[in-house]
């Protein structure tokens, strides 16, 4: 009896360190890298902010995409919204699609947002982070650029555009060359 | 005339609704700052000055201003951010693991402690062996030649 229970005891700690062991292997292999410049933009369906329904990443296949990820708390992201604006309607012409990304933010006071810069792109909820966390984001804003095949082209935008703004007209051509 | 008074009564009312704060708030912003995580830096609200905990430090006070309670300002928070907003897993569904793992392993460990304390307390000291009466005697022998 007293050895039953010994080899019953043993088995269950076993049992229990190789299950920590492979949560540990587990979650070593699944952690998110960032997307690779020239590799597949990460795919993502989202709540629309500046409306009903959910846009999904992949439905633009085949339009040169730029997407900006935003916070309505972000002090730079203000100071972008006019020029994103102003490109948007310089660009949609040529069939080139601006998503705004809504991270980590109040939706009110996204909207409230959007309203006050009169934004008019399509833009998207991101509440839990999680699209930003796929696509490696260090905070915002930040800027990626798609090509018409759903890759990643031109360097990515770290910080507000406005400092940058001959990397992101270079990025929206990239987009729209390949 | 009476139901004209009432009818002024009423819009008075509603009027006055929205405009006034909440006179008895079912909950506080210090309760919830140490319920609700900050998304940008992952502490709890009242552990962060980054903006983002800011706003929802505002959102949450506004709401407390309309009256609603700690659970339904939760809800509000969830439905925008994802359960990752909380600092406490929900106690219900496959959460409930993340309170009852610990409190199990705890009575576990105290459980099998309880064992062995009285597993070991139980255990004797090993009997003497058997009496050699050869020395038995060369010992008393010897102690009688002392004496």
């Not at chain 1, 990443?57 to 002090?75: D, H, Y």
Request: glycine share 10%; net charge neutral; with cysteine.
């Amino acid at each position: 009896m007293t050895r039953s229970l010994k080899l019953g005891g043993q088995i269950v700690a076993l049992v229990a360190v190789a299950g920590l062991l492979a949560l540990l292997v587990w979650r070593l292999t699944h952690q998110s890298h960032p997307p690779k410049i020239g590799g597949p933009a990460p795919n993502f369906s989202l709540k629309r902010i500046d409306g009903s329904g959910k846009l999904d990443l992949a439905s633009l296949r085949g339009k040169p995409v730029v997407i900006n990820f935003w916070a309505s708390w972000c002090v730079p992201c203000k100071g972008e919204a006019k020029l994103l604006e102003q490109a948007w309607n310089q660009y949609r012409s040529q069939g080139v699609v601006f998503v705004g990304v809504d991270y980590h933010d109040v939706a009110s006071d996204a909207r409230t947002f959007l309203s006050h810069h009169g934004v008019t792109y399509p833009t998207v909820q991101d509440g839990s982070g999680m699209v930003g966390d796929r696509y490696g984001l260090t905070g915002v804003p930040e800027t990626y650029f798609v090509d018409r095949g759903g890759r990643l082209v031109g360097s990515h935008i770290i910080g507000t555009i406005t400092n940058q703004v001959s990397a992101f007209h270079d990025g929206i051509k990239a987009a729209l060359d390949q | 005339m009476i139901l004209r008074v009432l009818a002024v009564a009423a819009a008075a009312l509603a009027l006055a609704g929205p405009a006034a704060a909440c006179a008895q708030p079912k909950t506080s912003l210090s309760f919830l700052e140490g319920q609700i995580m900050c998304p940008t830096c992952h502490t709890t609200l009242d552990m962060s000055e980054a903006p983002a905990a800011q706003q929802i430090k505002a959102q949450i006070a506004k709401r407390i201003a309309q009256c609603w309670t700690a659970r339904q300002i939760e809800n509000e928070l969830v439905a925008n951010f994802g359960q990752g907003i909380l600092a406490a897993p929900p106690h219900k569904g496959f959460d409930l693991l993340a309170w009852w793992l610990p409190i199990g392993g705890v009575l576990a460990g105290a459980a099998l402690l309880a064992v062995g304390v009285w597993r070991w307390s139980r255990t004797r000291p090993p009997e003497d062996g058997p009496v050699d009466t050869e020395m038995d005697a060369r010992i008393d022998e010897l102690l009688a030649g002392m004496d």
